[in-house]
């Protein structure tokens, strides 16, 4: 049985950072919030959804909202406590065990710092294996799960019940619930039992995330490794940002150093890290996962923190097998992102 601990939790969180594809918020301060969680209430026990019984009530849960707002609102601790409370009387039967929304970015420690606190086990799985933007770009909307009840909540215990949406006005009306919250809530839909678990969500990804950080623990890998295909080290030589707030489109070219010396990428990003093209040409694209690392640290630098002169380097990961099926394609794929046939719409 796998324990998210003090031993662990560094390589799990550099692990979910990496999955973040240069979004799902900066993992540090998550991070801290999980070491501190498990330091007063015991190591979070990682189990299968086949250990649970079929019936059990497994409950997702993270947080929406600007990054910036997370960094700064550290929250009051109380917000699992609350989702729990309320999840349980909508549904009428105890939260067995907690699953990430979100394995990619702060959402992954998250869960691991909420399932501390609640002292219930941290089902191997969630509802992305990345990060996306919107909540219902997950694998539990693709197989027919109902995305609400939803309840969303702040620190001060504040709580919203969205019922009766779809996953669409789910994310519109959650959106709007923000702006009186102040820009970041407590969120868990979705709501599913452990049965529906094993065919509906994206398995083994806390493992996934903590052996990617485990391989990273030594620097960036030379090779592909564990999954880890390496598409150039280099510098940032330009940055380009256009429009504001969550429509902020992102460009960036890594020109190659060393072995990569003569090569130039170009990287489309707007929340997350979309697409790396090389003479024009798509090496990779969304919903497969693009880090941007540095080189010296290996860690996984966030879409908002690139900048002129750094040196990265650019890995490709792949994506959930759902992602790559007709809907998932639909609902997550380049054309969901303004890509279409691996070129920019707004270049065509």
Sequence with gaps: MTLLDATTLPAYARG??????????????????????????????????????????????????????????????????????????????????????????????????????LGLPLVDADAMGRAFPRMD???????????????????????VILDRVDGRWLERLARGVLESFGGQAATSEYALRAGQVRTAAIPGSVSRALAIGT??????????????????TGKISTVDRTGAGAGTATAALVEGLGGDAGRLLRLEAQSEYLAVYEDGRPLTLVPDIIAVLDTRTAAAIDVERLRYGLRVSVLALPCAPVWNTPAGRRLAGPAAFGLADGTPEASS
Excluded at 60 to 79: D, F, H, L, Y
Excluded at 215 to 232: E, F, Q, T
Aim: proline share 6%; glycine share 16%; aromatic share 0%.
């Design 137 to 159: 770009q997950n694998a539990m909307e693709l197989a027919g799960i109902a995305p609400t009840p939803c309840v969303l909540t702040d620190e001060r215990g504040r709580t």
């Design 215 to 232: 391989a990273l623990a030594g620097g960036v890998p030379d090779a592909p490794d564990g999954g880890l295909d390496r598409l150039i």
């Design 16 to 117: 979910c950072a990496v999955l973040g594809s240069g979004g799902g918020g900066p993992v540090g301060v998550a991070l801290a919030t999980a070491l501190q969680a498990v330091a007063d209430h015991g190591p979070v026990r990682v189990v299968r959804a086949e250990d649970l019984d079929g019936d059990a009530l497994v409950m997702p849960c993270g947080i929406i909202g600007s990054p910036a707002v997370a960094n700064e609102r550290i929250g009051g601790g109380t917000e699992a406590e609350v989702l729990r409370e309320t999840v349980e009387r909508l549904h009428g039967t105890p939260v067995a065990a907690l699953m990430s929304s979100e394995i990619g970015g702060s959402n992954g420690c998250l869960a691991a710092a909420w399932a501390a606190r």
